[in-house]
């Protein structure tokens, strides 16, 4: 199962974002989605789940969740906006995948078998940090990443 990890569009989805997301069975959307529009861009490709990060107020992101506990191809996924936050020990708690932007930084980890992944921003550049978005591939169980520049 592929799932396109999107983060920080700050009310912009791109024409290489929707590209890069072609295909892909579920979308997740990390936070700081600025525009409902963004969000509805993302139905159009394929189930979205997605959260709310610190830029979406509003009525439109009322309903919107700031964090999800996922059960997704037999894996625990934890989505976040910003990682400082969590409260808690992602391996103690048994999740697989920890699903976090905010920061802007692409970044795949894996630590204590937890996969760390902020899919950086595909909103617009801040400072010299690329513009991004992650795939995050589950098979047989387990988790693979990888971070795909825009532009």
């Known amino acids: 199962m592929r799932i396109g990890v999107i983060s920080d569009t700050h009310g912009l989805l791109r024409p290489e ?23 509805d861009g993302l139905r159009r490709l394929a189930p979205l789940d997605a959260i709310r990060g610190n830029v979406d107020s509003g009525d439109w992101a009322a309903a919107i969740p700031e964090t999800l506990d996922l059960q997704i191809g037999g894996l625990r996924v934890y989505v976040t906006h910003d990682i400082k936050t969590m409260g808690f020990e992602s391996a103690a ?8 932007g905010h920061s802007h930084q692409p970044k795949i980890e894996q630590a204590d078998g937890v996969l760390y992944l902020n899919p950086g921003s595909a909103g617009r550049r801040r400072f010299k940090l690329p513009i991004s978005l992650a795939l995050l591939d589950i098979e047989d169980g387990q988790p693979r990443a990888q971070l795909v520049t825009l532009g």
């Open 17 to 39: 974002a929707i590209a890069a997301l072609q295909g892909c069975e579920r979308i997740i959307h990390a936070g700081d989605i600025g525009k409902p529009e963004v969000l």
């Open 93 to 100: 708690e048994h999740v697989d995948v920890v699903i976090a």
